[in-house]
Structure formats: C-alpha cells, structure tokens
C-alpha cells in the first residue's frame, strides 16, 4: 500500500500548486519538450503524454500528431489542461494512474512521460506500463529529474526494462536527463 500512498501525495502536492505550476515551470519543461522533439518526429502518429500537467506540451504537438492524448493523476492539473486541449481538436484528457494505463497494447506511436518518474513508487514498472501502450515500432521518452536521479541511478532504472535507450541527452542546460528508447 505504500506506492498508493506515494501516489497519493504526488497527486495531492500537484492538486495544490496547480494554480502556479505553469508560472512556475513553463521555461524549464519547454527545454524538455524541444530537446526530446529533436529525435522524435510526430508527423501523423499518436502521441501519448503521460503525467500531462496542464498541457504546456500539446502545443509542441497537437499540430503534427494525428491524436494526443493527455493522462494524469491529478484532477486540477487536468481541469487546467483542458484550455490548452480545447484549443486543438485533436488533444483529450483522461484522468488515470501512469501504471494502469487505459489502453490497449500497442495503441501509440510515441509515449513521453515528462518529470514523472521520480513520482512512481516503481518507475521500472511504469516504465514496462509504458511500453506495453507503445506500438512495437514507437518511441518511448522519459525524463529523470538530476535532483531525483544520479544519471548512474537513472540507468540503472532505464536498463533494468526491456526498453532500448536509443539517445540519452545530458545537457548543462537542462534540470534533467532526456532518453528516447524504442520498444524493440
């Protein structure tokens, strides 16, 4: 019961900072976002984001991807994040667990998961979740946050999946490590 609890906290902080989080985090997501588009091309796939906030990354994509489909744990992040999905006809919003995802295997081309798994109690198991709704030829993008991760640490969790890390961008300017892996 203790990943629950975990959950539980991550979701309530999030349910309380919702207000300022993009105040707050705007710039430093948008380095993430531009940095993992520089290895991920979108053009017509179904993009999947996984601990979505509120929104700042559909428009980085709604206007390439065929769909996107936001998710995240926290309902206020999520009545935030219905602006910005309002604005594209092709963004909708769910309200799910990273681990359980409501989907059937293989439904996208492109999974990211932003600043998430520092959150999960088991981000080896989210980290398997993920791949199991990414299509066998997708793209699965996380990030690990330096001050949640050693980068030693961060492979360890990256290795310790059936994912292969295509690229990992460990850049000065940025306040985490980026990995494209591939489900094959």
Same mark, same amino acid.
């Given at each position: 019961?203790?990943?629950?609890?975990?959950?539980?906290? #991550?979701? $309530?902080? *999030?349910?309380?900072? #919702?207000?300022?989080?993009?105040?707050?985090?705007?710039?430093? $997501?948008?380095?993430? *976002?531009?940095?993992?588009?520089?290895?991920?091309?979108?053009?017509?796939?179904?993009?999947?984001?996984?601990?979505?906030?509120?929104?700042?990354?559909?428009?980085?994509? #709604?206007?390439?991807? /065929?769909?996107?489909?936001?998710?995240?744990?926290?309902?206020?992040?999520?009545?935030? @994040?219905?602006?910005?999905?309002?604005? @594209?006809?092709?963004? *909708?919003?769910? $309200? #799910?667990?990273?681990?359980?995802?409501?989907?059937?295997?293989? /439904?996208?081309?492109?999974?990211?998961?932003?600043?998430?798994?520092?959150?999960?109690?088991?981000?080896?198991?989210?980290?398997?979740?993920?791949?199991?709704?990414?299509?066998?030829?997708?793209?699965?993008?996380?990030?690990?946050?330096?001050?949640?991760?050693?980068?030693?640490?961060?492979?360890?969790?990256?290795?310790?999946?059936?994912?292969?890390?295509?690229?990992?961008?460990?850049?000065?300017?940025?306040?985490?490590?980026?990995?494209?892996? /591939?489900? $094959?």
């Amino acid at each position: 019961m203790a990943g629950w609890k975990d959950k539980r906290r #991550a979701m $309530q902080r *999030y349910d309380l900072t #919702a207000d300022m989080y993009e105040e707050r985090y705007r710039e430093e $997501q948008g380095a993430k *976002y531009a940095t993992a588009l520089e290895t991920v091309k979108l053009a017509g796939k179904s993009v999947l984001d996984v601990g979505c906030g509120t929104g700042l990354f559909f428009s980085q994509v #709604a206007s390439c991807a /065929s769909i996107v489909v936001g998710i995240d744990i926290s309902r206020k992040l999520l009545l935030k @994040a219905n602006s910005a999905a309002k604005r @594209a006809s092709n963004v *909708y919003l769910l $309200q #799910a667990d990273a681990d359980y995802l409501p989907f059937n295997a293989g /439904s996208f081309e492109a999974v990211f998961a932003f600043t998430l798994l520092q959150n999960m109690p088991k981000p080896k198991e989210t980290l398997e979740e993920l791949k199991r709704v990414t299509k066998p030829d997708g793209k699965v993008v996380v990030t690990g946050l330096k001050k949640a991760f050693a980068l030693n640490a961060f492979l360890d969790v990256l290795n310790g999946t059936s994912l292969h890390i295509s690229s990992l961008m460990d850049r000065d300017d940025l306040k985490c490590y980026v990995a494209v892996m /591939s489900s $094959q």
